[in-house]
């Protein structure tokens, strides 16, 4: 398997723009985690999923952020507007079982100008 | 609720020199625990973990965590760093329920090796 997968690896955007992260997780793993980190805040847990239904969303930082995943194999995470305090490394992992090893994606940076 | 600390930002150690990053956690019950790797432009890669036994637990690329839980500590280990190791390293606690399966990272410790 190849891992998790994220695309983009860089995004730049403008404020007020919508942004689209998307993920495959490794095939067979029933969790998948979106994950911020910034300097200031460190790594923190969006939301994560359970066989594609979002289990917790206590930490999506606002209504702008949104995520799905219709599938067993692709999740997106999107923002819309954007904001410059969007900027940060977003992480996308997935997991055979709870509590278990997380695999993590290369992440995408994203730069909100 | 459950937490990690690490205590220690940032450490600078010689090529070849012993190494202890530090990590407490809070957590009411068992935990689940688990050292990451970041290098840089990466994701985090998993060391080791430690779910229940043996209390000493060896990892990838010679490092090794021992799980004391009357000092709530796990800490990892290496007897001699290589300059490959010099990343950012992550301590996380998961709980060992089921219906909560959020793992909580500590705030990373920063490890630069000096020739």
């Known amino acids: 398997d190849a891992g998790v997968i994220q695309s983009p690896r860089h995004e730049v955007t403008e404020m007020g723009q919508e942004v689209t992260l998307r993920c495959k997780p490794i095939?067979?793993?029933?969790?998948l985690f979106w994950y911020r980190q910034t300097m200031m805040r460190g790594l923190e847990l969006l939301i994560y999923?359970?066989?594609?239904?979002?289990?917790?969303d206590s930490g999506m930082p606002e209504d702008r952020f949104s995520a799905k995943m219709p599938n067993a194999s692709f999740s997106t995470l999107k923002i819309q507007p954007s904001e410059p305090r969007d900027s940060a490394v977003y992480f996308c992992?997935?997991?055979?079982?709870?509590?278990?090893?997380?695999?993590f994606g290369q992440g995408t940076r994203l730069t909100v100008v | 609720a459950q937490s990690v600390t690490q205590p220690d930002i940032h450490i600078t150690v010689s090529e070849g020199a012993s190494l202890e990053l530090r990590c407490n956690y809070s957590?009411?019950?068992?935990?689940?625990l688990f050292w990451y790797v970041q290098s840089p432009g990466q994701g985090l890669q998993l060391l080791l973990k430690?779910?229940?036994?043996?209390?000493l637990v060896q990892g990838i690329k010679g490092f090794e965590a021992e799980f004391k839980r009357s000092q709530s500590s796990f800490n990892l280990r290496k007897p001699s760093v290589h300059w490959s190791d010099a990343a950012e390293y992550f301590c996380?606690?998961?709980?060992?329920?089921?219906?909560?399966?959020?793992?909580?990272f500590g705030t990373g410790t920063r490890l630069t090796i000096i020739p």
């Open positions: 996380a606690v998961g709980p060992y329920n089921f219906g909560n399966e959020k793992l909580t």
């Open positions: 992992a997935s997991s055979l079982i709870a509590n278990t090893e997380a695999f």
């Open positions: 095939s067979g793993h029933d969790y």
């Open positions: 999923f359970n066989n594609n239904v979002p289990i917790d």
């Open positions: 430690y779910f229940s036994g043996d209390t």
């Open positions: 957590y009411g019950a068992t935990p689940y």
